[in-house]
């Protein structure tokens, strides 16, 4: 990914989060990723960690229409999913989505109320609505909106070695080229 389309989605989405009533705190931890697949439009998504803590973190997110968090899962963290402004469809698995197509069904809290999914599901989250995902269950999420305002709410995040992603290709951050000079520094920036 081109340090010039970083700049560009951090500047687009600050745009954004500020329009929508979201001050940034002081020296927001921007984490821009492509999930190391090269194709931002299609596979991206922006992060600021807003609070991150040894027991809990939470995060912002923006994601544009087209722009797929890819499915994975986590071993040790429990999240709540966000739709904080726009519309934002979660599918989720009982299982790795690459190697299992079963109809597993399984409860999940949305808006604090158990529901049954079966593994594929799509749930679609309106502004202020939300999904509990437990360690375990598998995700992908994408705006239905053209542009969506994500939370992230959850016990401890360790983005280096608690993320499992069905696509072995897939690397949390992205390999930047340095077209350009950096207007932030991302959380991944040595
Ligand atoms: O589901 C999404 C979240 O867990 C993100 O915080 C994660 O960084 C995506 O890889």
Not at 55 to 62: N, T
Not at 153 to 169: E, G, R
Request: with cysteine.
């Amino acid at each position: 990914m081109k340090r010039s389309e970083i700049n560009r989605a951090i500047m687009k989405s600050g745009v954004f989060f500020i329009n929508n009533g979201w001050a940034m705190p002081p020296q927001p931890k921007w984490d821009v990723t492509d999930f190391g697949l090269g194709d931002f439009e299609k596979f991206g998504l922006i992060l600021i960690n807003l609070a991150e803590e040894v027991e809990y973190c939470e995060k912002l997110m923006y994601a544009a229409k087209g722009q797929t968090t890819p499915s994975h899962t986590h071993k040790k963290k429990k999240e709540d999913i966000i739709c904080r402004t726009g519309e934002l469809v979660v599918q989720l698995w009982a299982n790795d989505p690459a190697n299992n197509d079963s109809m597993d069904t399984f409860e999940m809290k949305v808006n604090g109320s158990f529901q049954t999914i079966t593994s594929d599901d799509k749930i679609t989250l309106k502004a202020g609505e939300r999904i509990t995902i437990e360690p375990g269950v598998w995700h992908a999420f994408w705006p239905e909106s053209d542009e969506c305002i994500i939370g992230e709410v959850s016990t401890a995040n360790d983005d280096l070695n608690d993320n499992f992603f069905s696509n072995p290709d897939i690397g949390r951050y992205a390999h930047i080229d340095e077209d350009e000079s950096p207007l932030v520094k991302l959380l991944s920036d040595k």
